[in-house]
Structures are given as C-alpha cells and as structure tokens.
C-alpha cells in the first residue's frame, strides 16, 4: 500500500487546510487511518484517526473541536480538515495506516509528509 499525502501549505493563524491521503496499491483491507505530526526536533506525535466505517474517530487533545477526520472509501482516500489554526499546528503531516481497523493496532504503512506552517 502506497499513501500520498498531500493539501499542506502556509495559511495564518484562525485558517482553515483539507489534507488529504490517497492510498494505492492493495487498498482492499478494512484498517483505521491515522494521521500524525512531526515539529523540527520534536517527537512525531498523533493527531487523529479513524476506523473503516467513518463512524469512529479518535483524537490528541491538542486539536480536539478543530479538526475533522473523515473518509471516502470509494476513493481511497482520507482527509483532515483542519479549522482555528494555530503557530504550534505548524509541523509535517504524516499519514498512516494501521495494522488492523482500530488505533490500538500497530502502523503498518507510512505516509510520505506534507508541510503546514501557521504564522501567526
């Protein structure tokens, strides 16, 4: 499974981005899909995730009520809509899917990044 991230880009602090994360390849399997963030020399962190269905999402604190993860399975495709934005959003964005359809489960294929800068 291939997953093309992509959407990042500059926006100022209050904006609005849609990531999105196209999967290729055997994209057959029913797995969750999650998203993470990497700030220059900081831990790669977890943002949100998503079961098969659409219908569970899972969230870090820091971005709980701004930002919304849901799916197209005809598509293959996830998307995060991200609102508010904050200078601390600012991070490469990873997507990635698990191993089985919770977020209990391990990675099982990343994601290449794309780049969100909030200036403030």
């Known amino acids: 499974v291939q997953l093309q991230a992509s959407g990042g880009g500059l926006m100022q602090t209050g904006g609005s981005l849609r990531l999105s994360c196209a999967a290729s390849g055997r994209t057959g399997d029913r797995k969750a899909m999650g998203w993470f963030r990497q700030a220059p020399g900081k831990e790669r962190d977890f943002v949100a ?13 820091s971005v709980k009520g701004r930002f919304t993860n849901f799916r197209d399975n005809a598509k293959n495709t996830v998307y995060l809509q991200m609102n508010s934005l904050r200078p601390e959003d600012t991070a490469l964005y990873f997507c990635a899917a698990y191993s089985e ?3 209990h489960g391990t990675i099982r294929y990343w994601g290449q990044g794309t780049q969100v800068t909030v200036s403030s």
């Not at 995730?49 to 604190?61: E, K, N, P």
């Open 49 to 61: 995730a998503i079961r098969w269905s659409g219908l569970s999402t899972y969230y870090a604190d």
């Open 101 to 103: 359809d919770h977020w």
